[in-house]
């Protein structure tokens, strides 16, 4: 005990003073838990609008669901950490204000580079919620690629993974230019650069009144760019999708509905978020009020243990995705439900098949990155139908928040597109290029007049998709217009051939491209990765024989290929997002013929 005062008049006022009641706490800036979360939205807005914002499903869902799991990453270095719904809203609007900390403004552009991992997914709340414009890049790209993509979207600021720094512009990442970095080392303690970050945006609220998500007006016209999107830009350079606020909420609704997230969904991050924009379903599980799990690196491995014992009940991949999972050693059938959404280029029945096989459902979408990623999708399909995995295989129907597609006629080679758009006839026969318009239909392209007025033309967008339209009003992509193979005036769908040819027993993977021909112009050139454990490693010439012997009677007998080619797995070239690079397939089979 500490030793009494000896003085009366010291004794009497240490006394005094632990009677005293504790001063009154400082009031707090914080509003109450009734109104924290609610959207700040712009004054003088008339009484019957209000405009649509993917980030007030984040409110909403803090609001309604405050201790529900929001965000959950088991991968982190040093143990899995998660945040609830309360918890996540609060690191976005700190990212929020940090992000304005630094001087960034509306409409500046915020560079984001990162695996499946949770600053990724505060990224896509928080740039937004500060009236910033998303550029999420694929960490796939080159270095020379990354510094074009920073250069012409006039970046600001990088968000980025340590993992992935080395992919900058040199003078980028030493500092004291215009573009500021920050990085995340991805272990959540203090010293993360991104933590502390976050700290900075936390600081800058409380200078500011402490006002949360009070202090972050929404933007008054719906209509404002919240995202620019890159195209693969595999033929030329890429080109930058505007996406804005009413279509990211509105493709989030529409996904969310399609893929049926509920709210006791678990989702599990297959698909890349830099996959336009993770085709929104940043916004689509916000808006289910699910929890959503990241993965940092594909290892389907940990893909198969997810699903086995995690409690994952959606995912989205592409076909490519979706063919290793099937293939893995760890697939076995599923004895609760999981719901698979494909997309990213056309899958076959077979693949289709091998899914359901193992007890996962599959909704078939298709889209572009210029409709928000996915704006279609197969709808009751009958399953005591002879036809069910290839009625599956089609691209169905618009989404219920878009405006139904439209198949055109084609443009003659070497004109310009006209505005008099003629539809083909619904007979499952005739080709046309696929156009469509309306809410999930891209703003424009960034800087780019010329581009946006050619894919814009007759008011429509042009995806350079071909199509055929059947009696009851579904539609199915026959190729894209590149693709398409002209044999002795005879059109052959690139696409139909891989649906046989990946139909075979021991075909793991394939694609068709066409390749020059002396007689005919052109004929099909089949390439293709045997399954493991097939018997016909090493007897290339004995599959081929067996392919084409099992495709007469298939497929028209010009459409069957005229060349087989085995490879290996990493022989097959991929563009960045996992789609088979057909470009690179038709430089070097074209060197073939030379």
Request: aromatic share 8%; hydrophobic share 40%; with cysteine.
């Amino acid at each position: 005990m500490p030793a009494q005062s000896n003085k009366p008049t010291e004794r009497l006022h240490q006394v005094s003073q632990h009677l005293q009641p504790s001063p009154p706490p400082r009031p707090s800036t914080r509003p109450p838990a009734a109104f924290r979360w609610r959207p700040a939205l712009p004054a003088d807005l008339p009484v019957w609008h209000t405009p649509l914002n993917p980030i007030t499903f984040l409110l909403k869902a803090a609001l309604i669901r405050p201790d529900h799991p929001a965000l959950v990453h088991p991968g982190r270095a040093g143990g899995g950490v998660s945040w609830t719904y309360s918890a996540w809203a609060e690191r976005v609007a700190q990212l929020a204000y940090a992000l304005r900390a630094r001087g960034l403004e509306e409409g500046d552009r915020v560079f984001v580079l990162g695996p499946n991992v949770p600053f990724v997914s505060d990224a896509l709340q928080a740039v937004p919620a500060a009236k910033m414009v998303l550029v999420v890049v694929n960490t796939r790209l080159s270095a020379p690629e990354i510094e074009f993509l920073v250069q012409d979207s006039g970046t600001k600021l990088i968000l980025v993974d340590e993992s992935l720094v080395h992919l900058l512009p040199e003078d980028v990442v030493a500092g004291g230019g215009k573009v500021q970095v920050v990085r995340c080392v991805d272990t959540g303690k203090a010293d993360d650069p991104y933590e502390q970050f976050l700290r900075e945006g936390a600081a800058y609220d409380q200078k500011l009144g402490g006002k949360e998500w009070a202090g972050l007006e929404f933007h008054r016209d719906e209509e404002s760019t919240i995202a620019i999107t890159y195209t693969s830009g595999t033929t030329s350079r890429p080109k930058g999708v505007e996406l804005t606020a009413r279509g990211c909420y509105l493709a989030a609704i529409a996904n969310a509905v399609e893929s049926r997230l509920t709210d006791n969904s678990i989702y599990l991050w297959t698909l890349p978020k830099f996959h336009v924009l993770g085709w929104c379903f940043p916004w689509s599980t916000t808006m289910a009020m699910c929890t959503q799990v990241c993965l940092r690196a594909m290892d389907y491995s940990v893909i198969w243990d997810a699903f086995l014992n995690d409690g994952i009940t959606h995912y989205n991949a592409a076909p490519t995705v979706q063919i290793a999972i099937v293939g893995h050693p760890k697939a076995r059938k599923l004895d609760r439900p999981l719901l698979a959404t494909i997309a990213g280029a056309a899958p076959t029945a077979t693949l289709i098949q091998q899914l359901e096989k193992l007890g996962i459902t599959v909704v078939h979408v298709y889209g572009t990155s210029e409709v928000y990623g996915p704006m279609t999708r197969t709808y009751y399909v009958d399953r005591a139908s002879p036809h069910y995995y290839r009625d599956m295989a089609k691209q169905g129907h618009a989404f219920l928040t878009a405006d139904d597609i439209r198949i055109v006629r084609l443009t003659p080679e070497g004109e310009p597109p006209t505005t008099d758009l003629t539809e083909t006839a619904p007979d499952g026969q005739e080709v046309g290029e696929i156009v469509l318009r309306g809410n999930l239909a891209m703003k424009r392209y960034f800087k780019n007049e010329e581009a946006t007025k050619k894919a814009f033309a007759g008011g429509h967008y042009h995806t350079g998709d071909l199509g055929i339209r059947y009696p009851d009003g579904t539609f199915a992509i026959v190729d894209r217009a590149k693709d398409f193979i002209i044999s002795g005036g005879e059109n052959i769908s690139s696409l139909a051939v891989e649906s046989a040819v990946a139909a075979h027993d021991d075909v793991f993977e394939c694609a068709v491209v066409g390749r020059a021909h002396e007689k005919w112009g052109e004929r099909p050139h089949a390439v293709v990765v045997l399954k493991p454990g097939s018997k016909w490693h090493g007897k290339h010439a004995e599959f081929e024989a067996d392919l084409k012997g099992a495709l007469r009677g298939k497929i028209s007998a010009f459409a069957i290929p005229e060349w087989v080619e085995v490879v290996k797995p990493e022989e097959l070239p991929k563009t960045s997002t996992g789609k088979i690079q057909k470009v690179a397939l038709r430089d070097r089979v074209k060197k073939l013929s030379q």
